[in-house]
């Protein structure tokens, strides 16, 4: 197996273990074919049967203790510098573990608002807790949140170099998109068609199947997370995607929007070139004021401010999420500070992290969203696809 | 999207909380692409993005709680005769959801040795902690294992179809693989092979690609969960294959064996002759005390013992896993009472449910492992694949 990317991540973890006072971080699973831990993909890039758990810390040391049947395929991929192997139950090994490395903080994979960061299920956190009871580590356990977010944010040249091809291939699928809109078709047929242009590349999509892309024809069409439909798109349609493909499992996630042209109105209405404008101009006030440090919250509600002061609703959701392994991939959040979202948009954006920036607005003609996606450094955000400021004209 | 098996689930969890006596029973998930609750595919079956709280209970009630761009496509499914949404946060919703029930218990899906009935995080528990204090129903939660165990368990009319259909798509392609087998051939040749007979009929396998199927050559191939080498296979050698394909979701599962003749031992030795027979009466054994309501372990302690009693070493896996949507789909565990197996195998088994009998030794010319799958009743166990009770010869 190909393990470039782990590699890299062990090594920037062990760098954000000592950054945040951290002793040691445990990742602690079972079966993760059926209950994944996103860490995993990050540190190990299989799955694994029996408990496992997989120990790195700010001394360098990296630790996995796997059940027998998984021993062998977990030596094969040489991350570990030591392999532990058990049959009967993992606590006896990771007990006598996490004593001779006697660490004075463990950082386990939960946190209230981070998914990519809460990977570890009650079942086995109450397993952990048994396991460690009469022990002093039971009072060492912190929330490793502050580990993964960073890990999974701060992007690697391996990873930065795969999510651009994501890109690539994602904006070479929607420019064969263009030419198949007319008046008659359906937000299933250009589903379908999408779904011709991916398969024949031998690529998945960056969300389930069935959702993606999303197709919305025109204003009877409501924007969500609903299906394609068999609503057909006519002559002064806005037609909205949302869509993305994965290249070696890093996402892409980028909205594209098109006017059929009618004989009436071959122009859109003035109403939706504005419309149009608020969002390009509400995405590019966000940029503006993105950077590294910045915590989330501050760039959504710039965004935001611009959108609802030219006379537009508000969104119902977040202007940026993370990119990467996931088309949602964790750590702070570019949105507002709605309960749901709990304290990732209180986050300081990450150095060399990748964010989308999306919003949109209903129109007499449709909808209208935007979606392009960033890469934020200390000095600043640009663009890393190439952004939509016109909309594309069809017919 | 198709909910034959959603809907038969459904019906059949209303039942089983009656039968535990418990009012309700509530998967609380987010993000189920990065961390899926096991649970959902059996109740809803398509993924869901922001904090979701499914309540089913034993009145007949179903509720669904989702964020508003997951609405339209919750509703389209049909499932939940009430489907609320939310904007900004689930948690007002889903207290006054319960206070409105007012169940006198609720069920989690949180269990110690089952995976499929572990699908809560411990940040998403921490989130309902917090959103049920100040209320009664804090005190009032309990595990839902005993109802996902036995609703993943008994299989419908539906499930069994679509399970008999992937065990016999399994050994269509392996009767494929003898034709293939003959000295010089490495591991890595026989499961491209399979591979390829996999992607021709457009299935997928039952556990990841790499490592499925699994394929030992001769002694100095270790069994385990270590992907197929570069060993090339011998005159003389037992071949041995871990393998199966899933068919619209439900998996198969079975290991087959094959003996390379050579001039010198057209026959297996006896030695290898009498292994095998071993495991195939250690298998029967079993499959003879197997029926509804005996605790696991019961059935794995008697292969166990005619295993060991004749003389080989003892198997260090459980005999016997359920099958379903999930390859290793939780429930009572027909395995010993080993640490890592929690109180799995104490579970008395459910009937209507299908488990593989697995079992192996190591011999002097390769690896033997059988596996085949049984649907068990009130009335005892019968198979459901075509059990292999001789060596199959090549050459």
New interface residues.
């Given amino acids: ?1 190909e393990t470039a990317i782990q590699r890299e991540k062990l090594e920037q973890a062990i760098g954000i273990l000592d950054e945040h006072d951290i002793d040691c971080w445990l990742t602690f699973a ?2 993760t ?6 860490a995993l993909k990050l540190i190990l890039g ?2 694994v ?3 496992s758990a997989f120990l790195v810390t700010r001394a360098g040391r990296r630790i996995a203790i796997v ?7 977990v030596r ?1 991929l040489g991350l570990y510098e030591t392999v532990l192997t ?6 006896p090994l990771l007990r006598q573990t996490i004593r001779q490395l006697d660490p004075r903080s463990i950082a ?1 994979n ?18 952990l807790m ?1 396991g460690l009871k009469r022990t002093p580590y039971r009072q060492r356990l912190v929330s490793a949140a502050p580990i993964v977010g960073p890990l999974r944010s701060r992007k690697t040249a391996t990873e930065l170099a795969r999510m651009r091809r994501a890109i690539a291939l994602t904006e070479e699928i929607y420019a064969q998109v263009g030419a198949f809109l007319r008046p008659g078709r359906t937000e299933r047929e250009v589903a379908e068609h999408v779904h011709d242009e991916v398969k024949r590349r031998g690529l998945v999509t960056s ?2 199947w ?2 993606c892309p999303m197709v919305n024809a025109g204003a009877a069409s ?1 924007a ?4 394609p439909s068999d609503l057909v798109m006519r002559e002064g349609d806005l037609v909205h995607l949302d869509f993305g493909v994965a290249y070696e499992g890093y996402r892409a996630d980028l909205q594209r929007m098109w006017y059929l042209r009618s004989e009436r109105d071959p122009e859109p209405p003035e109403g939706v070139r504005q419309a149009f404008h608020a969002c390009v101009t509400a995405i590019e006030t966000a940029r503006n004021v993105l950077h590294a440090g910045v915590p989330g919250w501050q760039v959504d509600a710039a965004a935001r401010a611009h959108l609802t002061g030219a006379g537009y609703p508000e969104y ?2 977040a202007l940026g999420h993370s990119v990467g392994l ?3 991939d ?1 750590g702070p959040l570019i949105g507002p500070r ?3 979202y ?1 304290e990732t948009p209180e986050r300081a954006i990450e150095p060399d992290s990748v964010y989308t920036l999306e919003l949109g607005t209903p129109t007499e003609r449709g909808y209208i969203g935007l979606e392009d996606e960033v890469l934020v450094t200390a000095g600043g955000a640009r663009f890393i696809s190439s952004v939509q400021r016109e909309l594309m004209l069809v017919g």
Same sequence: chains 1, 2.
């Fill in positions: 197996m079972r079966e074919s059926e209950t994944p831990d996103p299989q799955d049967t029996w408990q059940g027998g049947p998984d021993g062998g395929s094969q058990y049959d009967e139950g993992i606590m386990l939960y946190s209230l608002g981070d998914v990519a960061s809460d990977g570890l299920t009650y079942g086995m956190y109450l397993q048994d969300w389930e069935e959702l409501e969500g997370h609903a299906g119902k959701h996931a088309t949602h964790g709605w309960p749901r709990g």
